[in-house]
T-cell receptor
């Protein structure tokens, strides 16, 4: 079955690194995504990783994928107050369902 | 701005009523997805249309239905509304049919059922 889990809340100080974690259960997942939702706004795709990769870096964002443990993480370097938002991980499966399965979201609070 | 528009932004109605939510995808995108975001259920996929045809169904109730028109805009119809239908409804669009095509989300319609 498909289930994506995230911790609910993370608080960091401005300038520190943030690490948001996600676990998934469907071993056939081929793409894993990180979305950001700011208050009152829709979801914005931040980055994604294909399941044959271990790591992807995009400016301040680093995604790490551990397929053995089905663990995905998003590291935000030099976290800013503008990074305060809810972060969702999501998985998609090429065969079968053609939709995204989202985690519950992690609320990141950045303190000045 | 993702290029996906949704109307209305807010909707307040009573139990038992019927409402229609509208979505216009990004120019050139053929797929439209509908998602429901509620406090207790989180963000859940409802249904997908591709070029006018239903492609996938998620956790969509029988009281809900959707369609995609020839101009590619989509409508989500919610009927016999219950208090538990209060949620944020998102539409997303993508160029291709598969979910691994990047999906662009609209700002959502907040539905409140009183």
């Amino acid at each position: 079955g498909e289930d994506v889990e995230q911790s609910l809340f993370l608080s960091v100080r401005e300038g520190d690194s943030s690490v948001i974690n996600c676990t998934y259960t469907d071993s056939s997942s081929t793409y894993l995504y990180w979305y950001k939702q700011e208050p009152g706004a829709g979801l914005q795709l931040l980055t994604y990783i294909f399941s044959n990769m271990d790591m992807k870096q995009d400016q301040r964002l680093t995604v790490l994928l551990n397929k053995k443990d089905k663990h995905l993480s998003l590291r935000i370097a030099d976290t800013q107050t503008g990074d305060s938002a809810i972060y969702f991980c999501a998985e998609s499966i090429i065969a079968g369902r053609r939709a995204l399965t989202f985690g519950s979201g992690t609320r990141l609070q950045v303190q000045p | 701005d993702s290029g996906v528009t949704q109307t209305p932004k807010h909707l307040i109605t009573a139990t038992g009523q019927r409402v229609t939510l509208r979505c216009s995808p990004r120019s050139g995108d053929l797929s439209v997805y509908w998602y429901q975001q509620s406090l207790d259920q989180g963000l859940q996929f409802l249904i997908q249309y591709y070029n006018g045809e239903e492609r996938a169904k998620g956790n969509i109730l029988e009281r809900f239905s959707a369609q995609q028109f020839p101009d590619l805009h989509s409508e989500l119809n919610l009927s016999s509304l219950e208090l538990g239908d209060s949620a944020l409804y998102f539409c997303a669009s993508s160029a291709g049919e598969s979910s691994y095509n990047e999906q662009f989300f609209g700002p959502g319609t907040r539905l409140t059922v009183l």
